[in-house]
């Protein structure tokens, strides 16, 4: 079978898979980054609601975001502090509001990478099924209004290549990075519904750094020139790219091995083509990224609302 075919239960629903037969050898799988375990904690009991699942790198924006959420649901409790269930380590952190999780995963690939191998492992353990999945996030633009927000159509690698590799066992593995594009177009519409802020679908190139891999000229270290990068980013348009990140590669890969329903969106913070640092006020920076929590958040409320009405 295709790895990312999705997996049909005897009810019709899609169930969230794993490709590793070891885990079966396992008495309790540990979730170690995430201080949970199988032998530890009733994790059908925890998440096996969960149909919607938010990421991002920052832990105080995912909190911000599990708020957020309770109050566009009603679920808002004046009394709940939103407690971390990753408590127990200072890895991530995760946060629960009826069936939506809302995760960090800090920042790279390396980090979501650890983070998606055993999210995706608890939501198998959990028996969650048709679980949709999204990046929430900062990037930045390349020929964009700042505070546009970009859903990305398929994230490219830094020589603009819709691909994520990785080296396993001494040899580079290749995965495809494409996302749901219905999921992407859905989130457009929503984006429409709202009419508060521009919201655009393409391509989002993802790095391996911040500075140089992003030809930033502001960096310890730097080879080229303004004219160098000028050239590179426009090259990066033609092909397509919206904004520049440094997770959706591995993040799109992940998801479309175990079967999520996926989508990223993430909110430029500045235009490339016109400098390099962030200079915004506090404030508008902080408007912005919230900005991807709003469409998310609008997407989801429409989904529950409609599925409580069918």
């Not at 199988?38 to 969960?50: E, Q």
């Not at 991807?292 to 997407?299: N, T």
Request: aromatic share 8%; proline share 4%; charged share 20%.
């Amino acid at each position: 079978m295709d790895p990312g075919d999705r997996k049909q239960t005897a009810s019709g629903s899609t169930s969230v898979f794993v490709h590793n037969p070891h885990l079966d050898t396992l008495k309790d799988d540990i979730l170690y980054h995430f201080s949970l375990g199988t032998g530890t904690h009733n994790l059908p009991a925890m998440f096996g609601d969960v149909k919607f699942v938010c990421v991002g790198g920052s832990p105080w924006r995912m909190k911000a975001f599990i708020e957020y959420i309770a109050a566009e649901l009603g679920m808002e409790d004046p009394k709940s502090e939103y407690p971390n269930i990753c408590a127990g380590t200072d890895r991530y952190a995760m946060y629960k509001v009826g069936p939506v999780l809302s995760v960090s995963h800090g920042m790279g690939i390396p980090s979501i990478a650890i983070m998606l191998h055993e999210l995706i492992k608890l939501l198998h353990h959990a028996h969650c099924t048709d679980v949709t999945i999204i990046r929430i996030g900062t990037s930045g633009g390349i020929g964009l209004e700042p505070g546009t927000v970009v859903v990305t159509k398929q994230s490219v690698d830094a020589t603009f290549l819709p691909k994520f590799e990785q080296v396993i066992l001494g040899r580079t593995v290749v995965r495809n990075t494409d996302l749901d594009l219905g999921l992407s177009e859905e989130l457009l519409e929503c984006s429409k519904e709202l009419n508060q802020f521009p919201t655009v679908i393409g391509n989002t190139m993802c790095t391996l750094d911040f500075y140089e891999g992003q030809a930033r000229l502001d960096g310890a270290f730097c080879s080229y020139t303004e004219k160098d990068k000028q050239d590179y980013l426009k090259k990066a348009s033609e092909a397509g790219v919206c904004n520049i990140e440094m997770e959706s590669s591995v993040f799109a890969a992940m998801c479309k091995l175990s079967g999520l329903r996926a989508a990223v969106v993430c909110v430029t913070l500045l235009d490339r083509l016109k400098g390099d640092q962030l200079n915004s006020s506090h404030e508008v920076l902080h408007s912005y990224q919230q900005r991807p929590q709003i469409l998310v958040g609008h997407y989801i409320k429409k989904h529950l609302t409609a599925k409580a009405h069918s």
